[in-house]
C-alpha cells in the first residue's frame, strides 16, 4: 500500500528511530515527543465524551473507515513511543498541538498553514469539512520549553485553543480579509466534522500562559503571508 510507505511508516519508524537513539544514550534526562491532537479526537463517540483530554485516543478502525491516514499514523508512532519508553524507562512527555497556525519560520509555507493560504486564496476549490482545534505557534513552542524544563511534567499535554469547523475559519477571514477570493464551498468528506471539545487544563495548570485567541493567531499568520509575499 503507498500510504503505508509513503505516511504511515515513515511516521512510526522515525519515531522509533529517535527512540532507540535514546535507548543507547547514558546522559538523556528527559525525550520531549511532538504528536497531534489528530491521536485524540477521532473517534465515534467524541461528542458525548468531551472534553476529550490525554486519556483519550484516537480509534484507528475509525481513522482505517474514514481514510484518515495522517491521524493514523500519529496515533500509531506515538503509542510505539509510549510503549517504547516504559519498557526502556524513558522519561516521555508527549505535546498534542491542534492546527498550528502563525507567522511563518521557514522560508515556505508549512504543509497546515498551505491549507490556509490556499482557502484565503480560493486555489483549492474548496474548504475541507473539517472541525479542529486550532493554536497558535508561539503557544506551541512555549508549551515544549515547559514540559521540557518542568520537573513535574509528565504523560501527555494537549495544546490547543478554541475548536472550530472549517466554515467559520473561512467566515472570520472573509470577514477580516475581504479583498481576497476565499473559498466559498465545503467538501463533502466524512469522518472529519464531528463535533468534540478539548480539556487545556493540564497544561495550563503545568504553567502555560493563556493561549493567543483565534484572531491573534490568523492576524499573525495572514499578515506573515503579506510581508513574505505569499498575499
Known sequence: MLLQKTLIDPCVNGTMNVLNSCKKSSTLKRLVLTSSCSSIRYREDAPQISPLNESHWSDLQYCQKYNLWYAYA??????????????????????????????????????????????????IGEYANRRLGFVHIEDVVGAHILVMEEQKASGRYICSNSVRHMSQINDLLRTKYPSYPHENKCGNQQGEDIPHSLDTSKITQLGLPPLKSLNEMFDDCIQSFQEKGFL
Not at 86 to 95: A, F, N, S
Open 74 to 123: 500519529k496515533t500509531k508512532a506515538e503509542k510505539e513511543a509510549w510503549r517504547v519508553a516504559e519498557e526502556c524507562g524513558i522519561d516521555l512527555v508527549v505535546v498534542n498541538p491542534s492546527f498550528v497556525v502563525g507567522p511563518l519560520l521557514a522560508p515556505q509555507p508549512t504543509s497546515t498553514l498551505q491549507i490556509i493560504l490556499g482557502t484565503v486564496k480560493g486555489m
